[in-house]
DNA sequence: TAAAAAAAATGTTTTTCAGCATACTTTATA
DNA sequence: TATAAAGTATGCTGAAAAACATTTTTTTTA
């Protein structure tokens, strides 16, 4: 059962951004210190506050990254997919930003590479081009936040689970069927990625739902008239 | 004035993070390439949707960095003083986030490096320690641009604006009275770094003033007592 | 499979905040 | 300096969304 696991997951040499602009020693310092660890459904991967022990890359599973706000309310920050790497941020900020600032939690069951922050901080300063894509991955980040922060402080309720629902369909695509998305979420899970409780993600999928926008069946979510949804998210 | 203005800016030799890592060739490429320009109050500098040209290093004078959202509501990002750089990120990032996200304005008449995109670039791609110096950066501009969104998505009025207030403070500092917040806004840009209307900014601060916690004065503003702030932005 | 727990659905109430109108004050400009 | 324009102050109204309560449905677990 171990060994079928193992075999499933992709390895560390098929994540070309890491692997291709290693040297030959850089790639045997990170074949020396990589992990692969499994976490269950709802496990907690890292913690808000803590200190970031190392970096990881999901190659099986998904992932939630998530805030921890006013009155312990949380607001989904961003959704992983396999491939997708996360808890380098945490590493490499320096001053007030230096730590987790957010819990990843496994959305589903999960297999995650893990790279001793040490080992990917030496890597970095080591080889221009490894930095330089690392450069380029936090600057798309940060430039997603600030669109995003738009997004929930000025659109309307609707506008904004529009928005959540067209970003799941782009992050996980869609099922055989071409319409529905790829992720069952709780109404919970699509509310705080919506900034707005849960009452209202319910009621405004409904209303979708009412109007023809989406056909909802418990956590499957069809996208009918996807031309809609971005024309409610532009709107606000 | 030229002469009097090019000696009141600080050299890009003063800016360790840029110059102390690069060798001497890489010096002289900077040197030969970098060039000082001079912004009006109230100029804009770069605009949202535009191709990046240059990075930008501002070293006199006061810029807001801002995006203009639903119905051209404006929100206010981030707010530099000198030695900060900025413009860097529309040039890193590679897919959607590529190109300016936001608009940049001179909100006081100022003095800036441009370095070519191409050059600095160039200079990333060669220098390890420059690259992981903006992979340093860049991580903690994310981790400032996460908590400002549970900031602005989950805080009540009150919590926002006593949060931009303290924000104001730890950027740009107090004047010698040791309670005046050295720089003067326009309510409208209160309003729009505090994700509120500009009657409800005005209301509130005028709130603040009568229960003691500032003192308002034009458009100076005096932080009587940064203890309940604090309070007032923890609870939100 | 039954019981318990969690999640979803829906209606009602309350709070927050945006929008607007108006008056007053300060700043810019002819 | 007069006039216009911009910015500030304040009250009122209504829309949006949170909070709460209750019922129904689904999922989990014993």
């Known amino acids: 059962m171990v060994r079928k696991q193992a075999i499933e997951v992709i390895g560390i040499n098929e994540i070309p951004e890491f692997w291709n602009v290693l040297t030959e020693d850089q790639k045997a310092y990170l074949q020396a210190n990589i992990t692969l660890q499994h976490y269950k459904k709802n496990e907690l991967i890292h913690k808000e506050g803590g200190e ?4 990881m ?52 069951s999960c297999s995650i590479y893990k790279i001793p922050a040490t080992v990917i901080t030496d890597l970095l300063q080591q080889n221009a081009k490894l930095a330089f894509s690392f450069v380029q991955r936090l600057a798309a980040d940060l430039g997603a936040s600030d669109a995003r922060m738009v997004n929930l402080t000025q659109k309307h309720i609707r506008g904004r689970l529009a928005e959540t629902l067209l970003f799941l369909k782009e992050s996980y695509g869609l099922e055989a069927d071409g319409a529905t998305i790829n992720i069952y979420l709780a109404r919970e899970d699509i509310a705080n990625l919506s900034n707005m409780n849960t009452s209202n993600a319910i009621r405004t999928l409904s209303t979708f739902a009412t109007e023809g926008i989406i ?3 418990g956590r499957k979510i069809k996208i009918i008239d996807e031309e809609r949804l971005h024309k409610i998210s532009r709107l606000g």
């Open 57 to 108: 890359i999901l190659v099986r599973g998904k992932v939630k990254i998530y805030k921890s706000g006013v009155g312990g309310r949380s607001q989904i920050m961003r959704m992983l997919k396999p491939y997708e790497y996360f808890g380098y941020r945490a590493i490499f900020a320096h001053g007030n930003f230096h730590g987790y600032n957010t819990n990843a939690r496994a959305f589903e």
């Open 52 to 55: 970031p022990t190392h970096m």
């Open 215 to 217: 056909a909802v069946d």
